[in-house]
């Protein structure tokens, strides 16, 4: 069973930065695609950032375009979410998530997942 850890959140000022790890245990990550999803309080969990098995396509929402940045390392079996210029309306629990197929179209769908991590708090506030 594949599982996944994340780590690195925490409280930051606004407009700075902070780096989410999604570590994986259970199987290599070769053959998955690896998104970030975040949900506030109050809201629906909405999908942030995806990332393809090798690492040749990315997604991002237009909420963190230009301001996040995912990558991976598969022989880590980790992946990374940077994440610049934080605004307060970043504020959420973030989440990794894993689905058994090699590519992001449709990440953010309901059932677009099939693994999940149970989250890191990120808060940006002064």
């Known amino acids: 069973q594949l599982q996944l850890v994340e780590s690195g959140g925490g409280l930051v000022q606004p407009g700075g930065s902070l780096r989410l790890s999604c570590a994986a245990s259970?199987?290599?990550?070769?053959?998955?695609?690896i998104g970030w999803f975040r949900q506030a309080p109050g809201k629906e969990r909405e999908g942030v950032s995806c990332?393809?098995?090798?690492?040749?396509?990315?997604m991002y929402a237009d909420s963190v375009k230009g301001r996040f940045t995912i990558s991976r390392d598969n022989a880590k079996r980790t992946v990374y979410l940077q994440m610049n210029s934080l605004k307060p309306e970043d504020t959420a629990v973030y989440y990794c998530a894993a689905r058994s197929v090699r590519f992001c179209s449709g990440y953010a769908a309901p059932d677009g997942m099939g693994y999940w991590g149970k989250g890191t708090l990120v808060t940006v506030s002064t």
């Open positions: 990332i393809s098995n090798r690492g040749g396509t990315t």
């Open positions: 259970g199987y290599s990550l070769d053959y998955y695609a």
